[in-house]
């Protein structure tokens, strides 16, 4: 073979190679992020497009049944490229309505998308000769299959840009925000490198992909940074919302209901001036972890380690259904795993065990703190109460208020005598949880 012919492949080939490394990039540095994950996929289903586009496609004659599929891994690049940004979308508050039609904006786009891959596949010679660097000048825009596909693309691309717009309006996470203005300068080169002739479409979407090589590296930097601040002061829980829906988000105070569930350990005072240190240690420890394996199964998120009491939120930061279900299915838990741990340290001397409350309400949520220390908290009476009914709670009971027993619909609770707590003007009805 030739030398002459694969290095005719090369200027593609660069683009190709260019493109998977950004999209691997994403996809293995930051795959737990939804808006990651959609930017990888479509860096990676455009390198492939370019990557194979002359091996399976440009010879003259009818396109391989092989070929007839980087119409689709077009489509697929330009559908998760809107898909991206419907992602970064979700991360800001619903109630911009600029932000909500944008999603309607993107899903126009997304269709478009599809038309093009459709049109790819059952007319692969016409996307070929007609479409992909066909533009050599005006005569070449009169030409119908040319506007087969720049039609549906140039909807997609009118509808990203303007849901572009809007979502820069609305002020996204920083880290995408660097993303998205990177995407602003960069795309326009690489498509407008798609249908121009190929030595100098190469260089306009090489020159695309490093204008986003850069601002890609810029958002893996700052994620990296982000993390490992967040992994030293935040709860695993407040470290994927923070992923997901960025870092003002989390940040921002808001009003939900949730539940909460406080355990606190019964004799422990006693326990602890007993016996030595290391032993008071080992027993928090294994008291914590048996716990924390409950709460992970549950997705509650352990607010407060207080000494021998546990405070933990259920539908907060991360909601989850049927939280106050949730919350006393994982107290009912919390209480035999924790039973277990009382029973290997109590002496006849100095017994241990477990009390817990649990009670419902809105409460404000939102982290607090200094630049140099950061804490997740939850503001309401509803955690006031949790923590007042552990106090009350005896060996093994779990008091439960009205809030939480209405929004669970549980059977088989216990009704007990109002109580008077400490912080209410009135006596509190409560629940008993079966032994």
């Not at 005072?269 to 928090?284: E, R």
């Amino acid at each position: 073979m030739s030398l002459d012919f694969p290095a005719a492949w090369l200027p593609s080939l660069l683009v190709a190679l260019v493109g998977l490394g950004i999209g691997l990039a994403f996809l293995s540095a930051d795959f737990r992020a939804p808006t990651s994950r959609a930017l990888g996929i479509a860096f990676v289903a455009f390198a492939c497009s370019v990557g194979l586009s002359l091996p399976l496609g440009a010879a003259a004659g009818p396109v391989p049944l092989a070929g007839r599929w980087l119409a689709v891994a077009d489509a697929l690049a330009l559908i998760a490229s809107l898909e991206w940004v419907r992602r970064v979308r979700k991360t800001i508050d619903a109630e911009h309505l600029h932000v909500r039609f944008s999603n309607v904006l993107l899903r126009v786009g997304q269709v478009a998308g599809i038309a093009m891959g459709v049109a790819g596949v059952y007319a692969p010679e016409m996307r070929r000769d007609e479409f992909l660097g066909a533009v050599h000048g005006l005569e070449s825009l009169v030409q119908p299959g040319f506007w087969l596909f720049a039609g549906p693309l140039l909807i997609a691309l009118f509808t990203g840009a303007a849901a572009t717009v809007l979502l820069l309006m609305a002020q996204p996470d920083r880290t995408e925000r660097i993303r998205i203005v990177a995407a602003v300068i960069g795309f326009p080169l690489i498509v407008a490198g798609l249908i121009l002739p190929v030595k100098v479409g190469s260089i306009l979407m090489v020159s695309g992909e490093m204008i986003y090589l850069v601002g890609a590296m810029q958002y893996l930097v700052l994620q990296g940074q982000r993390g490992q601040f967040l992994a030293r002061f935040l709860s695993p829980q407040v470290e994927k919302l923070v992923r997901e829906r960025g870092l003002r988000h989390a940040v921002q105070h808001r009003s939900l209901e949730i539940t909460v569930v406080c355990s606190d350990l019964r004799g422990f005072t006693a326990f602890a001036q007993a016996h030595p240190s290391s032993s008071v240690i080992k027993t928090l420890r294994e008291y914590y972890n048996a716990v924390g394996k409950v709460v992970a199964e549950y997705g509650g998120t352990v607010k407060d380690y207080a000494g021998d009491g546990i405070l933990i939120l259920v539908g907060a930061p991360l909601p989850v259904p049927s939280h106050s279900r949730s919350g006393l299915e994982m107290a009912q838990r919390i209480r035999e795993a924790a039973s277990e741990v009382t029973r290997r340290w109590s002496t006849q001397a100095h017994p241990l065990g477990v009390g817990m409350g649990v009670a419902s309400g809105v409460v404000t949520v939102g982290i607090i703190g200094s630049a140099s220390r950061w804490e997740y908290t939850a503001v309401g009476p509803a955690v006031n109460l949790a923590s007042r009914l552990c106090e009350q709670a005896a060996d093994r009971e779990v008091l439960i208020d009205g809030r939480t027993v209405e929004l669970s619909g549980m059977g088989q609770l216990e009704r007990r005598e109002p109580l008077r707590v400490k912080g209410f003007a009135e006596a509190v009805p409560i629940w008993a949880m079966p032994p």
